[in-house]
């Protein structure tokens, strides 16, 4: 029989000593829960690698005297090495000298773009992901951030019993605050395999922007639902005892940091609410603005109703911003119309959203138009 992390969850250590002994894992009664979990989930995965694959992969574990094992000395082998590698990291969380250092960063950096991927080895005591469950427990929803060709999103993974996550579909994240996050996914799922599991998840991903973000390290979340958008039928989660809200927070709060740091030119995270409170004021004077960053010399081209407001919001984040020169309009919607059209014109020199590698003529032709 193989089991899902789900079922693992659930049971007793005393059942979970027994399926690994059967396992032939040695020791088990030495483990900590969650890692003998990881332990019976990679040894169930690893019994249906061939040789070959199986030495790749203790290599890649950095497991020492590979090649003179057989495969089930091998497979004991590497268990063990990731169990020490767990119990290392659960140490770390207790200790306060590391304090959140267990946000444990993957980076990598695409030769072609040189562009970083963001992801996580370790989050908490769980691996990559927090993991979540349905209030039937039949759906584990688990979601993280990353940061992926220049954009930060919000990723989730879903172990499905009968369905997987659409184009359309819709999931929230309720606060304790009565605060609700909305996100509409815009593709379709796709398969993914755990290094560690035999079973298949389905990822899916939505840009997050800063205030999000920040819902998220501020608040204490209590619970999510998910819409589907074929069917109008709907799950939710149920209360959040099985995940610590504190865990959020830090993931949370360790994505933004690692995202400043790593980050070479590192672009402020949009402010979803700050346009969507300017929006209502339509009738509102409005400028259109030209800002840079002194640190990268990317240029903004940006519109609000107030640009100096912008500009400290702005500089919140990253005090290297400052506003050049801005345009005010009668209302929002000529602003808006005016602010598309510089878009429009400088479009090859996009780097992402309202952001432009400009050069010195294209930054003065810009100014003078926003002076006139």
């Known amino acids: 029989m193989v089991y899902d992390i789900l079922e693992l969850c659930d049971m007793l250590m005393t059942e979970l000593v027994d399926i690994a002994t059967k396992l032939s894992i040695a020791n088990a009664i030495r483990y900590e829960?969650?890692?003998?979990?990881?332990?019976?989930?990679?040894?169930?995965?690893?019994?249906?690698?061939?040789?070959?694959?199986?030495?790749?992969?203790?290599?890649?574990q950095n497991v020492s005297n590979i090649f003179l094992c057989d495969k089930?000395?091998?497979?004991?082998?590497?268990?063990?090495?990731?169990?020490?590698?767990?119990?290392?990291?659960?140490?770390?969380?207790?200790?306060?000298?590391?304090?959140?250092?267990?946000?444990?960063?993957?980076?990598?950096?695409?030769?072609?773009?040189?562009?970083?991927?963001?992801?996580?080895?370790m989050l908490s005591d769980w691996r990559d992901f927090i993991y979540t469950k349905s209030i039937d427990e039949n759906v584990c929803l688990s979601f993280t951030f990353?940061?992926?060709?220049?954009?930060?999103?919000?990723?989730?993974?879903?172990?499905?019993?009968?369905?997987?996550?659409?184009?359309?579909?819709?999931?929230?994240?309720?606060?304790?605050?009565?605060?609700?996050?909305?996100?509409?996914l815009t593709n379709k799922s796709f398969k993914v395999r755990k290094p560690w599991g035999a079973i298949d998840w389905y990822e899916s991903k939505v840009t997050i922007s800063g205030d999000n973000l920040r819902a998220f390290q501020d608040n204490e979340f209590k619970q999510w639902k998910i819409t589907f958008c074929k069917t109008n039928h709907y799950i939710t989660s149920g209360d959040t005892a099985s995940v610590s809200s504190a865990k959020i927070k830090k993931m949370a709060t360790a994505f933004r940091e690692v995202i400043k740091r790593e980050t070479e030119n590192f672009l402020p995270f949009f402010d979803q609410s700050l346009e969507l409170?300017?929006?209502?004021?339509?009738?509102?004077?409005?400028?259109?603005?030209?800002?840079?960053?002194?640190?990268?010399?990317?240029?903004?081209?940006?519109?609000?109703?107030?640009?100096?407001?912008?500009?400290?919001?702005?500089?919140?984040?990253?005090?290297?911003?400052?506003?050049?020169?801005?345009?005010?309009?009668?209302?929002?919607?000529?602003?808006?119309?005016?602010?598309?059209?510089?878009?429009?014109?400088?479009?090859?020199?996009?780097?992402?959203?309202?952001?432009?590698?400009?050069?010195?003529?294209?930054?003065?032709?810009?100014?003078?138009?926003?002076?006139?």
């Open 277 to 372: 409170n300017e929006e209502a004021n339509v009738s509102q004077e409005c400028h259109v603005y030209l800002m840079i960053d002194y640190s990268n010399n990317y240029h903004k081209i940006g519109i609000a109703n107030n640009p100096d407001f912008r500009e400290k919001t702005l500089q919140s984040e990253k005090p290297t911003i400052e506003l050049i020169a801005a345009k005010k309009f009668i209302n929002r919607k000529i602003a808006s119309s005016f602010e598309k059209a510089l878009h429009t014109a400088y479009s090859k020199k996009r780097i992402r959203g309202e952001w432009f590698r400009l050069d010195a003529v294209e930054i003065n032709e810009i100014k003078i138009t926003l002076q006139s």
């Open 72 to 121: 089930q000395t091998l497979i004991q082998k590497i268990l063990e090495t990731e169990a020490a590698n767990i119990d290392n990291n659960l140490r770390a969380i207790n200790s306060p000298a590391i304090g959140n250092k267990y946000n444990e960063p993957i980076i990598t950096v695409d030769p072609f773009t040189n562009r970083k991927t963001i992801k996580w080895s």
């Open 146 to 184: 990353n940061h992926i060709d220049g954009e930060n999103y919000l990723v989730f993974q879903i172990l499905p019993v009968d369905f997987i996550l659409s184009k359309g579909d819709k999931i929230y994240f309720l606060f304790d605050n009565g605060k609700v996050l909305e996100f509409i």
């Open 33 to 60: 829960k969650n890692s003998l979990i990881y332990a019976i989930l990679d040894c169930q995965a690893m019994h249906n690698l061939q040789m070959p694959e199986l030495i790749a992969y203790a290599e890649k």
